[in-house]
């Protein structure tokens, strides 16, 4: 996987920042609002609303009385408006006031039902306004200042924190995606070559077999003229050892620019420490040159990472030199350690490369040790001595080395040490 990190930990951040912010316009207005808050005020608003809601009770007592009254003044007077049975009554003028009494009666009513219900709606309205006013004034009593302030002053200095991480976040960012997007764009271009040269692997192998599979001269010239307009020639055989050729030549180069893009990628993100095999890098093509090149890597590297050299004890005797002369060659950028006896360094280079912040230098692949983390993780950082030159392209240095002395004339220059 190629894919850069510091994007997921600048969308957390973001999201984190994004929180902080929606959270202090709340604090920011309830401590408004507190600083605001007129506690008499509210005492003032609580005993007006019993007030109200007293005298609204009384005042609908009064009319319920009322509305009593009349109701025992309709049911003695609605027995004068039955008509009975002697026609003489259905006309008489003590009907007629009857009738006009209770018809009264009943329009006193309604306006006195109509003055319940006006009062039950005071009654209501003030337990309300009174609910809210206490509700507030609890509220307000149960609000702490202090700490709406210092949570103010907390979320604003989590969002200061944050803007400048992100911005830092975005520099590193910007920084590492333009220097993996060439080489990205490579593998990919690469990829989709690698793609078109199996198609076409498939295509000599199937021509081949079908050419040696016998039929007729016509059916074999018309294969080969197949052949040729597929895969750029009539010969499938010697088409095909091109192809594989340049097949595998493009693995390797994928594997190589993969190694180079998630080195940079750690290095852009999570490294910290470099442990340095400092043996790997006394040779070149196996021919032992001394430590010119890490004279004059280690010093580059201690410039952003702690830095440990790993040495096998072999290299006191190839450089004439004492463990106490190797050491304080590098002594003021790095922790050397040479193995006891004959034992080989890279175990121990590898075991001392375990944690997650730590990286290795070098230009061994370590095939043999998948065991160890920093392998099977895939923190191993390659660096190559080619003549004079020193590259470590995870790292983005190229150094020139000086390989003009010997070992001899090296170990007689250190013999001060």
């Given at each position: ?46 005993q007006q609303c019993v007030r109200s809601k007293a ?159 016998g039929g007729s001269k016509s059916e074999r010239d ?196």
């Open positions: 996987m190629l894919d850069n990190p510091l994007i997921d930990e600048i969308e957390a951040l973001e999201a984190q920042l994004r929180a902080a912010n929606s959270k202090l316009p709340s604090w920011k207005t309830k401590l408004a609002w507190y600083q605001a808050y007129n506690f008499d005020a509210a005492h003032e608003t609580v005298e609204a009770y009384a005042a609908r007592s009064k009319e319920r009385e009322t509305e009593k009254r009349i109701m025992r003044d309709l049911a003695e007077n609605k027995p004068y408006l039955d008509m009975g049975m002697d026609p003489r009554y259905w006309f008489s003028p003590e009907r007629a006031i009857a009738r006009r009494l209770v018809d009264a009666l009943n329009q006193d009513l309604s306006t006195t039902k109509l003055a319940i219900n006006r009062h039950q709606s005071q009654i209501d309205s003030a337990s309300k306004a009174l609910a809210r006013a206490a509700s507030s004034i609890h509220e307000a009593r149960a609000f702490d200042p202090l700490l709406a302030q210092a949570t103010i002053t907390g979320l604003q200095s989590i969002v200061t924190h944050l803007t400048s991480t992100l911005e830092l976040m975005r520099q590193r960012n910007d920084k590492l995606e333009s220097a993996i997007e060439a080489p990205k764009s490579e593998i990919i271009s690469i990829e989709l070559e690698q793609a078109d040269l199996a198609e076409k692997i498939r295509l000599c192998k199937y021509y081949n077999y079908e050419l040696t599979s018309r294969l080969r003229a197949k052949c040729l307009a597929e895969v750029g020639s009539a010969d499938p055989v010697t088409m095909l050892g091109k192809l594989q050729q340049r097949h595998d030549r493009n693995a390797r180069l994928i594997n190589k620019m993969t190694r180079q893009v998630k080195g940079k990628i750690l290095i852009a993100t999570s490294i910290k420490h470099i442990v340095i095999d400092g043996n790997n890098l006394c040779y070149d093509d196996d021919q032992f040159f001394g430590t010119a090149a890490l004279e004059v890597l280690v010093p580059e590297v201690a410039k952003r990472f702690r830095v440990s050299v790993f040495f096998d004890n072999v290299v006191q005797r190839n450089l004439g030199m004492t463990k106490k002369q190797i050491e304080n060659l590098f002594k003021r950028f790095a922790e050397v350690h040479i193995c006891k006896g004959h034992r080989e360094a890279d175990p121990y280079v590898l075991a001392h490369a375990n944690d997650a912040e730590c990286a290795v230098l070098t230009s061994d692949l370590y095939r043999e040790w998948k065991g160890f983390r920093a392998v099977s993780e895939g923190r191993i950082l390659l660096c190559d001595v080619t003549g004079e030159t020193l590259s470590a392209e995870c790292l983005d240095l190229i150094l020139k080395v000086d390989r003009t002395r010997d070992v001899a004339q090296q170990s007689q220059r250190r013999g001060n040490y």
